[in-house]
């Protein structure tokens, strides 16, 4: 074939494909078998790798993914991602109708769908190619996992038609189906791996994998539920959703126009009963109102839409027996009590344990050993025990006595005043803190550091690290001492370790494990101080002068330097060439594009919280503060802004910015 040939060849693959996937994958028929799928897929894929010159992302062949690790970018959202007001009873509906009647003299109709229980996930379209695909995020930044999205057979990387928008964004839930569920953790047992928890988090796991060629091997889908956007096809959500079908796109049949609330409750009992023959999760009803003007006119609230909610179905709940208590330590020495239960079937995962959080929650609802309880399934991996059944308890049952002792080093417990947990104070010599600490230290927000639980555990429990400053004094032959480890996988962990030296001081600073010291307040600290030696040498009360760092972190921070074996840390990572200082860095000079500039925020924000807005000035290296004064560079001002400010700014000659103004500045 000459080039000509094999390029027309390439397109006519690249479009049966597309249209193979969406038969297959959207309206669940197959036209050819899987065999002759994979021959064409194989025929493109040794064509494009011969054409390199015409490569497409959208291609058919990108769906395989690829073993390169991927770096999430953040990235905000063109609309931020609002989340649902909940409502659990007929009471709080009326309350939804009468509000939305108030506002809306005119006629208006609900729309009902079912609330799908997965990962919610923004994909941008350009000219009907998928261009983009966010995560939730905090909101308004998300994690750009397009590379993960393109693996999902059931979105389209090319729409049909011609009739869509130049640019929108269509939204909707990355979900795993009930049986490609069981499939996966049927294939985990036979090989002796721990079995997922449950389909909602494997699928938000999924979505954050640095590996794209395994999530291509994950059962998930996608179902779409809103459009967003400047030129949408019409005025109605239904109409654009029935729009969004034929583009290609997987907009679920459960879909009900209703015209009144009585309507709506009919659709939710209905489903409230049949959720249980559904083949995938869901959690609720949302309902929306369907006319965009009138969604406009309700507007929203700084997390959600006053235009829509949702009906969230009562989590089912059994009855057990609970066998026993374990006590987990954690990496900073909290103890959470576990209760192991007699397995039972919930909501289809069988159920072993539940957390019981702390000693208050055991004594509040007076749990003892051999109680029957009742276990509920809440937002969390493992369930939550909410009752316990008392007049089934035999006379020698006895009020539990919490635990005075560390289950792991024997250490006392302490309890500090005001936290609701008891905590083992011997942070230096027991060891699941130990290797919890050198876990955080080597995460991914961290050193980012490729080594999994089992080689933390490995390298402690052989005495080659004491402490994760160690890690960087590790030899490849210390690595190959290790059970399971050969050449490649040894050079790769001290490859690893070399290149997180590269990491800036911000996240060397996160990843001590500093009590109270997330991200944010680690960048904040260093945007301050500069260099480790200030931290170490900085009093409470100077440290508790930058702004947003409080006494409890500034005691936090003292107290880590005030320990020995921690200063020892710290002058072993100096020695390896780990970053102790802010660099500016020029090539990530996104991240600081506010430059320490001070903004002051006043007023209401029409796109975002004022919350949000003032982690968007930090992360871009600027600083919020409360008042103003000759040092404010910027006033971000949204409507209704006290006028005592705007007077004080207009004396000072400080330049007043809008929300979109201020959004243009980190974004160009
Ligand atoms: S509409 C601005 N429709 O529920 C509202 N959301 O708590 C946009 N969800 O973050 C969302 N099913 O992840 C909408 N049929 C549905 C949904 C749905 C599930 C999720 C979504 C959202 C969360 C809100």
């Given at each position: 074939m000459n080039k000509d040939k094999e390029k027309s060849r390439i397109d006519q693959i690249r479009n049966l494909l597309h249209h193979y996937n969406h038969q297959y994958y959207v309206l669940a028929k197959s036209e050819i078998s899987d065999f002759e799928y994979d021959l064409l897929l194989k025929e493109l894929i040794d064509l494009e790798t011969k054409n390199p010159d015409y490569f497409d992302p959208n291609s058919p062949s990108q769906r395989v993914g690829s073993d390169s690790n991927l770096e999430f970018e953040k990235e905000l959202h063109s609309f931020p991602m609002l989340s649902l007001d909940n409502t659990y009873s007929k009471e709080e509906l009326y309350d939804f109708e009468s509000r939305n009647k108030k506002l809306l003299p005119e006629d208006y109709e609900y729309i009902c769908e079912l609330k799908y229980d997965g990962a919610s996930i923004s994909l941008r379209?350009?000219?009907?190619?998928?261009?983009r695909a966010l995560t939730r995020g905090d909101a308004t930044l998300g994690d750009n996992v397009t590379a993960n999205i393109k693996t999902i057979k059931s979105i389209p990387l090319k729409l049909k038609g011609t009739d869509y928008p130049v640019d929108f964004e269509?939204?909707?839930?990355?979900?795993?189906?009930?049986?490609?569920?069981?499939?996966?953790?049927?294939?985990?047992?036979?090989?002796?791996?721990?079995?997922?928890?449950?389909?909602?988090?494997?699928?938000?796991?999924?979505?954050?994998?640095?590996?794209?060629?395994?999530?291509?091997?994950?059962?998930?889908?996608?179902?779409?539920?809103?459009?967003?956007?400047?030129d949408l096809?019409?005025?109605?959500?239904?109409?654009?959703?029935?729009?969004?079908?034929?583009?290609?796109?997987?907009?679920p049949n459960i879909i009900q126009k209703c015209k009144n609330l009585e309507e709506v409750i009919q659709f939710i009992e209905h489903w409230d009963i049949e959720r249980k023959n559904l083949t995938y999760d869901i959690d609720g009803i949302v309902i929306k109102i369907d006319n965009l003007k009138q969604q406009q006119k309700l507007g929203m609230t700084a997390k959600s839409p006053r235009w829509a909610t949702s009906f969230k179905f009562k989590a089912d709940q059994v009855k057990t027996k609970l066998l026993s208590i374990d006590y987990q330590v954690g990496r900073t020495g909290a103890i959470t009590p576990v209760a192991n239960l007699e397995p039972v079937l919930l909501a289809g995962t069988t159920v072993k344990r539940a957390?019981?959080?702390?000693?208050?929650?055991?004594?509040?609802?007076?749990?003892?050993?051999?109680?029957?309880?009742?276990?509920e399934k809440g937002g969390e991996i493992i369930p939550k025990i909410v009752g316990v059944e008392k007049n089934s308890r035999t006379a020698d049952s006895k009020t539990l006595e919490y635990i005075n002792y560390c289950p792991e080093c024997n250490t006392e417990l302490v309890r500090l005043e005001g936290e609701a947990k008891h905590y083992c104070p011997n942070e230096t010599g027991c060891s699941p803190q130990i290797k919890g600490r050198i876990e955080h230290f080597i995460s991914r927000k961290a050193m980012n550091i490729g080594a999994a639980e089992a080689t933390v555990e490995a390298l402690v429990d052989s005495g080659l690290i004491k402490d994760s400053a160690d890690l960087y004094f590790l030899t490849k032959e210390d690595i190959l001492g290790l059970e399971r480890f050969a050449e490649k996988s040894a050079n790769n962990l001290i490859e690893s370790i070399e290149k997180s030296k590269n990491i800036p001081f911000h996240r060397v600073l996160f990843a001590l494990g500093i009590r109270f010291v997330g991200e944010t307040v680690a960048k904040t600290i260093v945007s301050e101080l500069k260099t480790i030696e200030n931290i170490k040498n900085a009093s409470?009360?100077?440290?508790?002068e930058i702004h947003e760092i409080g006494e409890r972190i500034a005691a936090s921070i003292v107290d880590y330097f005030s320990i020995d074996i921690n200063l020892n840390i710290i002058d072993k990572l100096k020695i390896s060439g780990v970053q102790l200082e802010f660099i500016e860095d020029l090539n990530d000079l996104s991240e600081n594009k506010l430059n320490g500039q001070s903004f002051v925020i006043s007023g209401t924000f029409e796109n975002h919280s004022r919350d949000e807005l003032k982690e968007l000035i930090v992360k871009y290296g600027g600083k919020n503060t409360g008042s103003i004064s000759a040092k404010t560079n910027y006033l971000l001002a949204g409507e209704n802004i006290g006028p005592s400010k705007l007077e004080k700014v207009k004396k000072l000659k400080i330049p007043i910015i809008s929300e979109e103004e201020f959004i243009k500045m980190i974004k160009d």
């Amino acid at each position: 074939m000459n080039k000509d040939k094999e390029k027309s060849r390439i397109d006519q693959i690249r479009n049966l494909l597309h249209h193979y996937n969406h038969q297959y994958y959207v309206l669940a028929k197959s036209e050819i078998s899987d065999f002759e799928y994979d021959l064409l897929l194989k025929e493109l894929i040794d064509l494009e790798t011969k054409n390199p010159d015409y490569f497409d992302p959208n291609s058919p062949s990108q769906r395989v993914g690829s073993d390169s690790n991927l770096e999430f970018e953040k990235e905000l959202h063109s609309f931020p991602m609002l989340s649902l007001d909940n409502t659990y009873s007929k009471e709080e509906l009326y309350d939804f109708e009468s509000r939305n009647k108030k506002l809306l003299p005119e006629d208006y109709e609900y729309i009902c769908e079912l609330k799908y229980d997965g990962a919610s996930i923004s994909l941008r379209y350009e000219n009907g190619l998928l261009t983009r695909a966010l995560t939730r995020g905090d909101a308004t930044l998300g994690d750009n996992v397009t590379a993960n999205i393109k693996t999902i057979k059931s979105i389209p990387l090319k729409l049909k038609g011609t009739d869509y928008p130049v640019d929108f964004e269509i939204r909707g839930e990355i979900f795993i189906p009930h049986e490609g569920f069981d499939e996966m953790n049927k294939i985990r047992r036979a090989e002796g791996e721990p079995e997922f928890a449950n389909p909602r988090n494997t699928a938000a796991g999924s979505l954050k994998m640095q590996n794209s060629s395994i999530v291509a091997t994950r059962p998930l889908d996608c179902f779409l539920y809103y459009m967003i956007g400047k030129d949408l096809p019409s005025n109605s959500h239904y109409e654009n959703m029935q729009c969004a079908r034929n583009w290609g796109f997987k907009v679920p049949n459960i879909i009900q126009k209703c015209k009144n609330l009585e309507e709506v409750i009919q659709f939710i009992e209905h489903w409230d009963i049949e959720r249980k023959n559904l083949t995938y999760d869901i959690d609720g009803i949302v309902i929306k109102i369907d006319n965009l003007k009138q969604q406009q006119k309700l507007g929203m609230t700084a997390k959600s839409p006053r235009w829509a909610t949702s009906f969230k179905f009562k989590a089912d709940q059994v009855k057990t027996k609970l066998l026993s208590i374990d006590y987990q330590v954690g990496r900073t020495g909290a103890i959470t009590p576990v209760a192991n239960l007699e397995p039972v079937l919930l909501a289809g995962t069988t159920v072993k344990r539940a957390s019981l959080h702390n000693s208050d929650q055991i004594n509040l609802l007076d749990i003892r050993v051999n109680d029957f309880v009742y276990v509920e399934k809440g937002g969390e991996i493992i369930p939550k025990i909410v009752g316990v059944e008392k007049n089934s308890r035999t006379a020698d049952s006895k009020t539990l006595e919490y635990i005075n002792y560390c289950p792991e080093c024997n250490t006392e417990l302490v309890r500090l005043e005001g936290e609701a947990k008891h905590y083992c104070p011997n942070e230096t010599g027991c060891s699941p803190q130990i290797k919890g600490r050198i876990e955080h230290f080597i995460s991914r927000k961290a050193m980012n550091i490729g080594a999994a639980e089992a080689t933390v555990e490995a390298l402690v429990d052989s005495g080659l690290i004491k402490d994760s400053a160690d890690l960087y004094f590790l030899t490849k032959e210390d690595i190959l001492g290790l059970e399971r480890f050969a050449e490649k996988s040894a050079n790769n962990l001290i490859e690893s370790i070399e290149k997180s030296k590269n990491i800036p001081f911000h996240r060397v600073l996160f990843a001590l494990g500093i009590r109270f010291v997330g991200e944010t307040v680690a960048k904040t600290i260093v945007s301050e101080l500069k260099t480790i030696e200030n931290i170490k040498n900085a009093s409470i009360e100077e440290l508790i002068e930058i702004h947003e760092i409080g006494e409890r972190i500034a005691a936090s921070i003292v107290d880590y330097f005030s320990i020995d074996i921690n200063l020892n840390i710290i002058d072993k990572l100096k020695i390896s060439g780990v970053q102790l200082e802010f660099i500016e860095d020029l090539n990530d000079l996104s991240e600081n594009k506010l430059n320490g500039q001070s903004f002051v925020i006043s007023g209401t924000f029409e796109n975002h919280s004022r919350d949000e807005l003032k982690e968007l000035i930090v992360k871009y290296g600027g600083k919020n503060t409360g008042s103003i004064s000759a040092k404010t560079n910027y006033l971000l001002a949204g409507e209704n802004i006290g006028p005592s400010k705007l007077e004080k700014v207009k004396k000072l000659k400080i330049p007043i910015i809008s929300e979109e103004e201020f959004i243009k500045m980190i974004k160009d």
